[in-house]
C-alpha cells in the first residue's frame, strides 16, 4: 500500500521558515514527479511547486517562486519543501502528491498526481 506522510507544519509568525518533509513507502518514486499543493479554508487546491524524478528540474507557482525551495532524497524516498519568508497568505495545509509514470508536461494541477498525502497544517500569523 502506497502511503505518503507530510510532516514538519506548524504555527509561525511572518517572515519565519519552515521545513516540510514527506516520506513515501509502499512503492519507489524515483523515476516519478513528486510535488506539492496547498489548500487554504474555502478554497481549491492550488499549486505549489513540483520537481523531477532526477531531482534536475524544478517548479514554482509565482506566489512562492523565491521563497521556496523543493528538494528530493531518492535514497531514503522523501521529498522537502523548504519555505521561507513565510506570509500569512501561505496558510493552509500542505499535501504531498506523487505522480505515476512519465509525463511530457511539467504536472502541476491536482489531477495529474496519482498518490496524496494526508496533509500537514501551516499556520503563518501576522
Known amino acids: 500500500q502506497v502511503q505518503l506522510v507530510e510532516s514538519g507544519g506548524g504555527l509561525v509568525q511572518a517572515g519565519d521558515s519552515l521545513r516540510l518533509s514527506c516520506a513515501a513507502s509502499g512503492r519507489t518514486f524515483s523515476r516519478d514527479y513528486m510535488g506539492w499543493f496547498r489548500q487554504a479554508p474555502g478554497k481549491e487546491r492550488e499549486f505549489v511547486a513540483t520537481i523531477s524524478a532526477s531531482g534536475g528540474s524544478t517548479y514554482y507557482a509565482d506566489s512562492v517562486k523565491g521563497r521556496f525551495t523543493i528538494s528530493r532524497d531518492n535514497a531514503k524516498n522523501t521529498v522537502y519543501l523548504q519555505m521561507n519568508s513565510l506570509k500569512p497568505e501561505d496558510t493552509g495545509v500542505y499535501h504531498c502528491?506523487?505522480?505515476?509514470?512519465?509525463?511530457?508536461?511539467?504536472?502541476?494541477?491536482?489531477?495529474?498526481?496519482?498518490?496524496w498525502g494526508q496533509g500537514t497544517q501551516v499556520t503563518v500569523s501576522s
Open positions: 502528491a506523487a505522480r505515476r509514470g512519465l509525463s511530457a508536461v511539467v504536472p502541476n494541477t491536482p489531477t495529474e498526481y496519482h498518490y
